[in-house]
């Protein structure tokens, strides 16, 4: 015997557990906002899902979790056509993922489809029974090792959740855009990737719905930090006025990364003539080569690190184009490459010298260098906090390995 009802009367979870505690067998329907959704079952098992949506299916759902690339999963499915099994069995035998990865998937992409459902806020669902004779007994369960009523549970909490911090953004389709520029992002926002990834999806052009769905991670997180940015006033929806345009979020970047290189540039070409100047009639003709050319190895790192740093076409620019083409910001620790740049160098030349000045000569050399540091990580609190870059100093310092 077949029913049917309003998913906004009664929530998905709930019609799901009606389903699982009555032991039926056969295909509920759900349909809203153009899409449509299909739950097989055999008595009480849930066997299958069929959605209209590709980035729903299991092996999209895979790629997004960075399981597979998109060449395995060609690979995957031209196989599976011979061997007849499930997709997560043919990535086991492949050798490619473990049991583990397949249920985590399973959870994740069964999760994603029901919060799809709660995304359309209503909806009509209808259950088609059939008997358990009529209906021919499945080769594969998938979904038995979840636990189903644990998990439904679990997730009409979520969805709870979901629905209290719906009721307290824009509408799903409002379309949001980052409303700061880069200097004024926390270092905690810069460094967390998840949180980076939604803004450069707000880039004016997708709205709230489209950049949670677009995100690498679950809904219910992308919910979250969209509510945070927007309660911040980091993104905004985009008819509210002041939205931070591509070139103005790149030129704040630009700026930036110039404060920095200028910074360094104040520390380190006049530490070198300062160490020039104290140990010239020690050093002989082999350390004193070795400090010009560190110091023309340092201007060209710099050159080479922040020559990239031009875009003429800016009313072509979209704001992911921001990101890929400053290099230099590719994971928003760029200053990391520098101070790695330095170590080697720094290293090579101290040792070089080692052996003309000795090792207490090295050691006030370094002294020398720490000053200049010190002096204008004070001079530049601003940068030098925002990056913590006193510890990135210290920690470099802490690096070298003077020989004896």
């Given amino acids: 015997m077949g029913f049917t009802g309003n998913l906004q009367t009664l929530p998905i979870s709930e019609v799901l557990s009606l389903l699982i505690s009555s032991a039926k067998t056969g295909v ?3 349909s809203g906002e153009d899409d449509f959704i299909q739950f097989f079952f055999y008595n009480s098992k849930l066997i299958k899902l069929v959605t209209l949506d590709e980035r729903l299916l299991f092996g999209e759902i895979m790629i997004k979790r960075g399981l597979i690339n998109r060449q395995d999963l060609s690979y995957a499915l031209k196989l599976q056509k011979d061997v007849g099994k499930l997709l997560g069995e043919v990535f086991i035998d492949l050798n490619m993922l473990n049991a583990q990865h397949i249920l985590d998937s399973l959870k994740y992409q069964l999760e994603e489809v029901l919060f799809r459902i709660v995304e359309w806020g209503g909806g009509r669902f209808s259950f088609e029974e059939q008997s358990v004779r009529e209906a021919s007994r499945p080769m594969y369960f998938p979904f038995n090792e979840i636990n189903l009523p644990t998990f439904l549970k679990q997730f009409n909490d979520k969805a ?17 855009s980052l409303f700061v520029t880069m200097d004024q992002l926390d270092t905690d926002i810069i460094e967390n990737r998840e949180i980076m990834e939604i803004i450069q999806l707000s880039d004016g052009t997708r709205t709230l719905q489209e950049i949670r769905r677009a995100c690498s991670f679950g809904v219910l997180k992308a919910q979250r930090l969209i509510f945070s ?159 913590n870059l006193k510890q990135e100093f210290e920690r470099l310092f802490a690096s070298f390995k003077i020989k004896k």
């Fill in 160 to 176: 709870i959740e979901f629905k209290k911090l719906a009721e307290q953004l824009p509408s799903d389709n409002s379309k949001l």
């Fill in 28 to 30: 509920l329907n759900c």
């Fill in 229 to 387: 940015l927007y309660l911040k006033d980091i993104i905004k929806v985009v008819s509210s006025g002041g939205m931070i345009k591509p070139k103005k979020i790149y030129e704040s970047l630009q700026q930036e990364v110039e404060g920095v290189k200028e910074l360094f540039q104040k520390i380190f070409p006049p530490a070198f003539d300062d160490i020039h100047k104290a140990f010239a009639d020690k050093m002989g003709p082999k350390s004193e080569k070795i400090l010009s050319e560190v110091t023309l190895s340092i201007s060209d790192k710099f050159s080479e690190l922040f020559k990239n740093i031009e875009i003429e076409r800016w009313q072509d620019l979209k704001l992911d184009d921001v990101f890929k083409n400053i290099n230099v910001h590719q994971d928003m620790f760029w200053y990391h490459t520098i101070l790695s740049m330095l170590n080697d160098v720094l290293n090579k030349m101290l040792n070089a010298m080692s052996g003309t000045l000795g090792k207490t000569q090295v050691e006030k050399v370094v002294d020398t260098i720490r000053q200049r540091v010190d002096l204008h990580l004070e001079e530049n609190k601003v940068l030098s906090n925002k990056y």
